[in-house]
Structures are given as structure tokens and as C-alpha cells.
């Protein structure tokens, strides 16, 4: 597959929209004087939202909509343009934000007890964990998640990648999801990643008597801001927080974690056990 079409097959069916509504904030704003950074810090926000929001690449969303429309006299023009804009397909309202932060996050601390780490999934794998998804989504819809998710692998592999650190219980590495060659194939990928500069991976071992995460997986990012947020997910929703105390509970949470999880090198030695299984 050439890199156009991968490329294309990747993109966000909204894609176009979300650039044209990007463009029109772009007009108003110049028109009435701003530059990026001027208008974001009328709303808090950062000179690098500003402009993820004019190129497309983060959607606009109606509070802000509505406070730019009054700020820039705009008439209602982006409010009623976002309210218009085609739904986000396949990638829930809920966890649009989230993946906003992730792409732009400079810290990442991620606990997974059930499954892989998305940022650390191969294809195969991915794959088989949309498949598995009660009710069942078809093919070209598991074939765009997939695509989306191997794409957020970029992220540890920008030429300043965060500071990334994964700790995974033991029963996701035992489980053959998808099949032996898929759980091979996964293994051995986690251990390449676990050698990869500012990535930390950690399991925590089954048989423990102790168990920091048994409240479900959950991730802390930091923005280029310093602000610290977590984020965890249920069968039916997200939620991602910003409260200090509790991104503070959270984040002690994850420290716990890695004390009673392997260190960096009994992890690799028992990924390379399990490859060694085989």
C-alpha cells in the first residue's frame, strides 16, 4: 500500500471539516487583530491550541465556539458551523479530548491490567482487540480503528517523544488474544519498545498479595503547560480529569504501582521467557 493511501485511509472522515472550520477562526481572528497567541491567552489556553484548532488537527469545541463568536463579533458563524459539522466517526465525543492531550502530551503514565497498551499494540493485535468488541463492528470500521491506533504510535517516536511509562499486569502478557502468532508477535514487540529510549515498560507480576490498580486501568499525562491530568474509561464513557486532589490520588496510585511491579530489567528478562517459551 503506497503512503497516499495510507495515509488517506487513516484520515478522520471529518478531516475536511474540522480544516475548513479551522480556516474560517483563522479569517475572523486576523481580522480582528489577534494573533494566535493573544487569542488564546483571552481563554486560557495555549498559542499551540490555537493553532492545532486553525490547522484541522483539533476540533473546536461549542463553548469555545460560542465565546469566539462574541469575541470576534463573528455573528454566530463558527458556533453554527461546528453544531453542523459531520459526528467524529468511530471515536467517541467522549474520548476526543483525550486523544487531543495524548497527541500533544511531554509525560506518560499508563496502567493497563486486561489488555496491552494501545501505544504499545501491534496491528494483529489491535485488531483482534477491536474484534473482540460486544456488538461486533464491521470490517472497514475495525480496519479505520486500527489504522488510528497504530498511527498514535507515532507519539513515542517524534523527535522530542514524551517521557512514557507503562506498567502491565501480568495477565494481559499470558493472555493469547487473537491467537499464538498474534501474542508472539505482540510479545516481541513489547520487548523491542522496552529498549526504546524514554520508554519505560514494567509488568506487575501475577501472585502478588497486593494490587495497586484492582480499580481498572487509567492514564496521567502532562501538557506542554505542566498541567497534570488522568484519565480512566468504563464500558460506556471516559472521564478525564483535571481536579488536583484527585489527578494527586491518581498519580500516587501509579508511584504504588511501580514499586510492586517488576523493575525495568526483570521485565525484560521475563519477556524474553516468554519468547523463549515458544
Given at each position: 500500500?503506497?503512503?497516499?493511501?495510507?495515509?488517506?485511509?487513516?484520515?478522520?472522515?471529518?478531516?475536511?471539516?474540522?480544516?475548513?472550520?479551522?480556516?474560517?477562526?483563522?479569517?475572523?481572528?486576523?481580522?480582528?487583530?489577534?494573533?494566535?497567541?493573544?487569542?488564546?491567552?483571552?481563554?486560557?489556553?495555549?498559542?499551540?491550541?490555537?493553532?492545532?484548532?486553525?490547522?484541522?488537527?483539533?476540533?473546536?469545541?461549542?463553548?469555545?465556539a460560542e465565546q469566539l463568536d462574541e469575541l470576534l463579533d463573528t455573528k454566530g458563524a463558527l458556533s453554527a458551523a461546528v453544531r453542523n459539522m459531520p459526528e467524529v466517526d468511530l471515536v467517541p465525543m467522549w474520548a476526543e479530548e483525550y486523544l487531543d492531550r495524548e497527541r500533544e502530551a511531554i509525560a506518560i503514565s499508563w496502567y493497563e491490567g486486561l489488555v496491552i497498551p494501545g501505544l504499545l499494540q501491534t496491528?494483529?493485535?489491535?485488531?483482534?482487540?477491536?474484534?473482540?468488541?460486544?456488538?461486533?463492528?464491521?470490517?472497514?470500521?475495525?480496519?479505520?480503528?486500527?489504522?488510528?491506533?497504530?498511527?498514535?504510535?507515532?507519539?513515542?517516536?517524534?523527535?522530542?517523544?514524551?517521557?512514557?511509562?507503562?506498567?502491565?499486569?501480568?495477565?494481559?502478557?499470558?493472555?493469547?488474544?487473537?491467537?499464538?502468532?498474534?501474542?508472539?508477535?505482540?510479545?516481541?514487540?513489547?520487548?523491542?519498545?522496552?529498549?526504546?529510549?524514554?520508554?519505560?515498560?514494567?509488568?506487575?507480576?501475577?501472585?502478588?498479595?497486593?494490587?495497586?490498580?484492582?480499580?481498572?486501568?487509567?492514564?496521567?499525562?502532562?501538557?506542554?503547560?505542566?498541567?497534570?491530568?488522568?484519565?480512566?474509561?468504563?464500558?460506556?464513557?471516559?472521564?478525564?480529569?483535571?481536579?488536583?486532589?484527585?489527578?494527586?490520588?491518581?498519580?500516587?496510585?501509579?508511584?504504588?504501582?511501580?514499586?510492586?511491579?517488576?523493575?525495568?530489567?526483570?521485565?525484560?528478562?521475563?519477556?524474553?521467557?516468554?519468547?523463549?517459551?515458544?
Amino acid at each position: 500500500m503506497s503512503t497516499t493511501t495510507t495515509r488517506r485511509s487513516r484520515a478522520r472522515r471529518n478531516a475536511s471539516a474540522m480544516k475548513m472550520v479551522g480556516a474560517l477562526l483563522a479569517v475572523f481572528r486576523e481580522a480582528e487583530g489577534y494573533t494566535q497567541r493573544s487569542l488564546g491567552a483571552v481563554f486560557c489556553v495555549s498559542e499551540q491550541t490555537i493553532a492545532s484548532i486553525e490547522q484541522g488537527r483539533r476540533p473546536l469545541k461549542s463553548d469555545l465556539a460560542e465565546q469566539l463568536d462574541e469575541l470576534l463579533d463573528t455573528k454566530g458563524a463558527l458556533s453554527a458551523a461546528v453544531r453542523n459539522m459531520p459526528e467524529v466517526d468511530l471515536v467517541p465525543m467522549w474520548a476526543e479530548e483525550y486523544l487531543d492531550r495524548e497527541r500533544e502530551a511531554i509525560a506518560i503514565s499508563w496502567y493497563e491490567g486486561l489488555v496491552i497498551p494501545g501505544l504499545l499494540q501491534t496491528e494483529a493485535y489491535a485488531r483482534a482487540v477491536f474484534r473482540s468488541r460486544v456488538p461486533v463492528y464491521d470490517e472497514d470500521e475495525t480496519e479505520q480503528l486500527v489504522a488510528a491506533r497504530i498511527e498514535r504510535r507515532d507519539i513515542l517516536h517524534r523527535r522530542v517523544p514524551p517521557s512514557a511509562s507503562f506498567v502491565i499486569w501480568e495477565a494481559a502478557l499470558r493472555d493469547r488474544l487473537g491467537g499464538d502468532e498474534v501474542h508472539v508477535e505482540q510479545v516481541r514487540h513489547l520487548r523491542e519498545y522496552a529498549d526504546l529510549p524514554g520508554v519505560t515498560v514494567q509488568v506487575l507480576p501475577l501472585g502478588r498479595t497486593s494490587h495497586a490498580g484492582l480499580d481498572g486501568p487509567f492514564i496521567l499525562l502532562e501538557t506542554p503547560e505542566h498541567q497534570r491530568l488522568a484519565y480512566s474509561e468504563t464500558q460506556r464513557g471516559s472521564t478525564l480529569i483535571a481536579d488536583p486532589d484527585e489527578v494527586a490520588m491518581m498519580t500516587q496510585k501509579y508511584a504504588m504501582l511501580r514499586t510492586q511491579a517488576l523493575n525495568t530489567e526483570d521485565t525484560r528478562a521475563l519477556l524474553d521467557r516468554l519468547l523463549g517459551e515458544r
